[in-house]
Structure formats: structure tokens, C-alpha cells
T-cell receptor, first 114, second 112 residues
Framework: SQQGEEDPQALSIQEGENATMNCSYK?????LQWYRQNSGRGLVHLIL?????REKHSGRLRVTLDTSKKSSSLLITASRAADTASYFC??????????????FGQGTTLQVKP | EAQVTQNPRYLITVTGKKLTVTCSQN?????MSWYRQDPGLGLRQIYY???????DKGDVPEGYKVSRKEKRNFPLILESPSPNQTSLYFC???????????FGSGTRLTVV
């Protein structure tokens, strides 16, 4: 079963604009992670936010987490054409329940036009 | 270089012919997982392992087997592949502590 839903499914913006993607999930989590996937290739880990954190930054990425609403958002600032990819959130229950399950959302396809 | 290596990258096979997709990691990671990715369905976990000799089913385990005899290797076995197992498969690993997963480059499997 899929843990979460991502919104929007697809997003098209101009280079230099900001891109915001949202993720909702259903069960308790230990942390939430965001991954990026270029077409047909392996996923690359971008950022991880723990359940006791509310906001985290990494370069042009900003992630927020609202555990009361079971939702997270990923903001990419000053987007570049090279940011064109699919972005996935994934919830992780390791640590609290010692499972190895990492459950992915459906993903947001981002297109950044030059 | 720290990495997860899957082989083969591409495979076309016939229904019923047993196959194994290998996965190896060089990071001494405890956690390893297999996923399949299908259009419109996203990534779904097939099996995962928390350490040597410890494996558990994910969301779509039917038709697959795994083993974890060594820490670095986590092969995916399809005993009798069927066309509905045509998919893009990913192996991933992570350490015991809370952290992100490192993914392999993927195996595109076609069963005819």
C-alpha cells in the first residue's frame, strides 16, 4: 500500500522560479525523506527530516514537516533546468518500530523550462 | 566509491524461466530493500532485510524470493517469472542509524 499522496502530480515552471511539492502520509513515522529521480534512473536521496523536526534546509532545498497534519512540503528555490526530474517523498518507521519499510508516495514530475 | 550495484541492467526473459537479479553494496549497510516501479503505481516495496538472515515481506512479495546470507548481497529471485513482473526494479541500502537510502541504477526486466 502506498503511504502517501503527492501534490501536484506534475508541475511546470520557468527557470528561476520556486517549486513547491506537497506530500501527505497516513501512519506514524520516524522520519520523512525526499528523493529525486531523473527519467528511468536510480533515486537519489535529497534530504531527511525527523519526526521531531519542523523545518530543514539543504542548499536550495527547504523541507517542512507537520506531523499533526501528516504532511510535508519540499521547496526548491531559484530552480534550474537541471532540476527537471521526478520527486518522491518516502516515510520511514525505522528506529521506533525497527522495521525496514520505506514507503513512497506517487511522486511529482517537475519540469523547469529554460 | 560507495555504491549499490545491480546486475543486470536490462533483461528480457521468457515466462517460467527462473532468474536472479543481484544486488551488492559496499557500505556495510544493515538495511537492504527491493522495489519495483511501474507507471501510475510508483515504487512498491517487494522485500526488505534488516540484517543477515533477517528478511521480511514488503507490499508486493508474491512471485519473488530473497536471501541475505551475507551482509553485502541481497539477490532477488523470480522462480517462475510472469509477464506481470515486467517492471523496473531497484535495490537500495541504508545503515542502522536513521539516514537516507542509497539506490542502485535499476534493472529493467521484460518477461515475454
Amino acid at each position: 500500500s502506498q503511504q502517501g499522496e503527492e501534490d501536484p502530480q506534475a508541475l511546470s515552471i520557468q527557470e528561476g522560479e520556486n517549486a513547491t511539492m506537497n506530500c501527505s502520509y497516513k501512519t506514524s513515522i520516524n522520519n520523512l525523506q525526499w528523493y529525486r529521480q531523473n527519467s528511468g534512473r536510480g533515486l537519489v536521496h535529497l534530504i531527511l527530516i525527523r519526526s521531531n523536526e519542523r523545518e530543514k534546509h539543504s542548499g536550495r532545498l527547504r523541507v517542512t514537516l507537520d506531523t499533526s497534519k501528516k504532511s510535508s512540503s519540499l521547496l526548491i528555490t531559484a530552480s534550474r533546468a537541471a532540476d527537471t526530474a521526478s520527486y518522491f517523498c518516502a516515510t520511514d518507521a525505522r528506529g521506533s518500530s525497527n522495521t525496514g519499510k520505506l514507503i513512497f508516495g506517487q511522486g511529482t514530475t517537475l519540469q523547469v523550462k529554460p | 566509491e560507495a555504491q549499490v550495484t545491480q546486475n543486470p541492467r536490462y533483461l528480457i526473459t521468457v515466462t517460467g524461466k527462473k532468474l536472479t537479479v543481484t544486488c551488492s553494496q559496499n557500505m556495510n549497510h544493515e538495511y537492504m530493500s527491493w522495489y519495483r516501479q511501474d507507471p501510475g503505481l510508483g515504487l512498491r516495496q517487494i522485500y526488505y532485510s534488516m540484517n543477515v538472515e533477517v528478511t521480511d515481506k514488503g507490499d508486493v512479495p508474491e512471485g519473488y524470493k530473497v536471501s541475505r546470507k551475507e551482509k553485502r548481497n541481497f539477490p532477488l529471485i523470480l522462480e517462475s517469472p510472469s509477464p506481470n513482473q515486467t517492471s523496473l526494479y531497484f535495490c537500495a541500502s541504508s545503515g542502522q542509524g536513521v539516514g537516507g537510502y542509497t539506490f542502485g541504477s535499476g534493472t529493467r526486466l521484460t518477461v515475454v
